[in-house]
């Protein structure tokens, strides 16, 4: 059973490009929810695809979007990136059929705005 | 909205002690998930145990258990013999049950409490 990946493992950006995160999900999984990790904190909940529409978002600003794939995988993607976005990203994936929707993370990407 | 507070940033523990980790949430769902999540150096989040709020016996997996007290919104845990492998960053985490009212099965995490484990 193959686990959660994501790439890149790091990213360096300057303010105002544009950044796309990508996440291949658990062998068996229909969702995928990214969350913002910043230094010294818990994660945050960005959104949640589910068979590739959105299926709910937390508290991020339109310029967080994302897709998911037929193959549910999923990227993650930032527009007019901030310095505050400099973060570590993680995926997590779950299955619906499972009654509790346990999520499975992956190791993250390192995202640094310059 | 939910909100999950761990209020120890820090704590430490010998080496085959016992130690336990606070956290309290805010919520107004009847029916919901609690976890705890261990994030070592090497950053991936794993999941040590998790408690199904409608069930009012507390969780355990091996030397890890928990104390939910829904009335108080407490959730505690308790690490017994401590290893050297224990130690991580380790965060108290709450979602809603699926299909309670909608929206997202999203996380909602607490600041974490790292634990340091002394030799």
């Known amino acids: 059973e193959t686990g959660v990946t994501q790439s890149p493992t790091h990213l360096i950006k300057t303010r105002g490009q544009q950044v796309t995160l990508r996440c291949s999900s658990q062998?068996?999984?229909?969702?995928v929810s990214w969350y913002q990790q910043a230094l010294g904190q818990g994660p945050q909940f960005i959104f949640q695809y589910y068979r590739e529409e959105e299926n709910g978002r937390g508290n991020f600003p339109p310029r967080f979007s994302g897709l998911q794939f037929p193959n549910y995988s999923s990227e993650l993607n930032v527009n007019a990136l901030e310095l505050d976005d400099s973060a570590l990203y993680l995926c997590?994936?779950?299955?619906?059929?499972?009654?509790?929707?346990?999520?499975?993370f992956g190791p993250g990407t390192r995202l640094t705005v310059l | 909205a939910q909100t999950v507070t761990q209020s120890q940033p820090e704590m430490s523990v010998q080496e085959a002690e016992t130690v336990t980790l606070s956290c309290t949430y805010d919520?107004?769902?009847?029916?919901?998930?609690l976890f705890w999540y261990k994030q070592p150096p090497s950053r991936q989040m794993i999941l040590v145990i998790r408690?199904?709020?409608?069930?009012?016996q507390n969780a355990t997996e091996n030397r890890f258990s928990v104390n939910f007290q829904k009335a108080a919104k407490s959730f505690s845990l308790k690490i017994s013999d401590s290893q050297l492998g224990d130690a991580a960053m380790y965060f108290c985490?709450?979602?809603?049950?699926?299909?309670?009212?909608?929206?997202?099965?999203?996380?909602?995490f607490g600041k974490g409490t790292h634990l340091i484990i002394q030799p």
């Open positions: 997590a994936s779950s299955s619906r059929r499972e009654f509790h929707n346990e999520q499975f």
């Open positions: 919520t107004s769902e009847s029916d919901y998930y």
């Open positions: 062998s068996g999984h229909n969702t």
């Open positions: 985490a709450y979602k809603k049950a699926s299909g309670s009212g909608g929206g997202a099965d999203g996380l909602t």
């Open positions: 408690q199904e709020a409608y069930k009012q």
